[in-house]
């Protein structure tokens, strides 16, 4: 659970003049190691505390199902806008059909398949 909750959080570019956050980007790291995780802990009350809270968020079942929901959510939501974008190219593909562009045109176009594009073609007719 700690990764996917770590995976949530937007990271940031370390500049010159944010050095002190290097820390915690460190500590956001999926691939640190226990070890290295326990040296920053021990570094920086703020990181203990951001530790703390992800054990504590991550032991308790209400928030994981919460998280769990959340993710869910997104990803239908995601799955909609694929929709939405695939029924958009279609839409398209038909309307430069109608119009004569080739086959491969409109592939290039709309990114759709040739087969994708023939299968309208046959709808259409």
């Known amino acids: ?3 996917h ?3 949530s959080f ?3 570019q370390v500049r010159g003049e944010g050095i002190q956050n290097y820390k915690f980007y460190e500590f956001l790291r999926n ?3 226990q070890e290295e995780l326990e040296v920053l802990i021990n570094m920086d009350k703020d990181i203990k505390k ?3 809270k992800l054990e504590y968020l991550s032991s308790d079942p209400v928030t994981q199902e919460l998280y769990f929901e959340r993710e869910r959510a997104l990803h239908e939501k995601a799955n ?3 929709t939405g974008i695939k029924q958009e190219k279609i839409e398209m593909a038909r309307k430069l059909l ?3 562009f080739s086959v491969q045109m409109i592939v290039e176009l709309t990114e759709l398949t040739e087969e994708e ?3 309208i073609k046959l709808e259409l007719h």
């Open 10 to 12: 937007l990271f940031w």
């Open 98 to 100: 109608q119009n004569n």
């Open 80 to 82: 909609l806008i694929n």
């Open 1 to 3: 659970m700690r990764d």
């Open 50 to 52: 951001a530790e703390e």
């Open 117 to 119: 594009i023939n299968e």
């Open 5 to 7: 909750l770590i995976n």
């Open 31 to 33: 691939d640190i190691s």
